[in-house]
């Protein structure tokens, strides 16, 4: 009678095979990300992007947007308090203008909508000169959060930033200037959006004019909002891609006040309205930021980047550069010195 024999492997529980399949998909993983890393490490156009949402999250990014976000939303309630208070005056004694705002998109806005079609917004001085101060307060902070921001990400140490009464007067010089700027390209891409008067033709020149607009405008923000000194010629790329997608962004929210604000409840308008602002102004902060993040990845050539940059990768010259900046932008005092060494 014959006995038969079984292999070691043959006893082994079945869980062995699964664990030895998981051992295997983790290599072929480790091997195609760093087939991956190679690849981008050697091609511009896949390491520069990559290079530049790292710089973005070693710069705590999203904090800053945030910072942004909070002081240009709370800016817009004293220029709505303007808008509301210029536009009384405006309307008084002038019946067809009234008319015409009634039919426009403007009369279906929530909270406004409403005075405007029962004739009972009135312009007054009070609340236009409380208005009119709130908002240059208000702006002033978005444009120090700004130069916050763009000093952060240019690596400026805090000892080389703008003291108190500096920074404050610069701040309000921007804000005349960058803010026009903003409310004329608001206007124009308005047009192209909302614009019921004009044909496909005028439309479409008022988006290019809006998106020329916005490309001077984020040029010179760009060169003014930071401490570093850089050429008009080295800010040009991070403008021109800020301005298409700032102009993309007016176009959506064109067509959300339109189409969505235009047909909601007083009620329902109103949280449609504060969400859809606020969402608007957080995705545009982002969308800024990450541009001029562009120019100093570009300026400063700190790519390309590890995909993980863990201590078990060797970093790059980009990695180095780009923590050692990182760094030396929290030098608080002149005589402060800080030093970056890599094993």
């Not at 026009?180 to 005028?202: D, E, M, N, R, Y």
Request: one cysteine or more; charged letters at 15%.
């Amino acid at each position: 009678m014959a006995v038969g024999t079984r292999r070691l492997s043959d006893c082994r529980p079945p869980l062995w095979g699964t664990l030895s399949h998981g051992v295997e998909a983790v290599k072929q993983l480790s091997r195609a990300r760093e087939a991956v890393d190679r690849y981008q490490q050697r091609h511009t156009w896949a390491g520069f992007p990559l290079a530049v949402l790292r710089k973005y999250s070693d710069d705590q990014g999203g904090y800053l947007t945030a910072a942004v976000t909070y002081y240009a939303f709370f800016s817009l309630f004293p220029l709505l308090l303007v808008f509301v208070s210029v536009l009384g005056f405006v309307l008084r004694g002038h019946a067809h203008l009234d008319h015409e705002i009634v039919k426009s998109a403007l009369g279906q806005f929530p909270v406004i909508g409403p005075q405007i079609q029962t004739h009972s917004l009135g312009g007054s001085g009070i609340a236009l000169t409380l208005g009119v101060v709130g908002a240059v307060w208000a702006g002033t902070g978005v444009c120090r959060a700004a130069q916050n921001a763009m000093d952060q990400l240019w690596g400026i140490p805090i000892a080389e930033r703008p003291g108190f009464f500096q920074a404050r007067a610069r701040a309000f010089l921007l804000l005349l200037v960058l803010g026009l700027g903003a409310l004329a390209s608001s206007g124009l891409s308005g047009i192209g959006t909302v614009g019921t008067h004009f044909g496909v033709s005028w439309k479409l020149i008022a988006i290019v004019l809006s998106t020329l607009l916005n490309f001077l405008v984020f040029w010179l923000a760009f060169r003014t909002l930071t401490t570093a000194q850089q050429t008009w010629r080295s800010l040009r790329g991070g403008a021109l891609s800020a301005a298409i997608a700032y102009e993309g962004l007016q176009l959506v929210g064109g067509l959300y006040v339109n189409h969505v604000l235009k047909t909601a409840s007083n009620t329902y308008g109103t949280f449609a309205l504060v969400i859809g602002l606020l969402s608007w102004i957080y995705l545009a902060t982002h969308v800024t930021l990450l541009a001029a993040e562009g120019n100093v990845v570009a300026n400063k050539q700190l790519w390309p980047r590890t995909l993980g940059g863990g201590a078990d990768e060797p970093p790059t010259r980009g990695d180095e550069e780009a923590l050692r900046q990182r760094a030396r932008a929290e030098e608080q005092r002149p005589d402060e010195a800080i030093t970056v060494t890599f094993d």
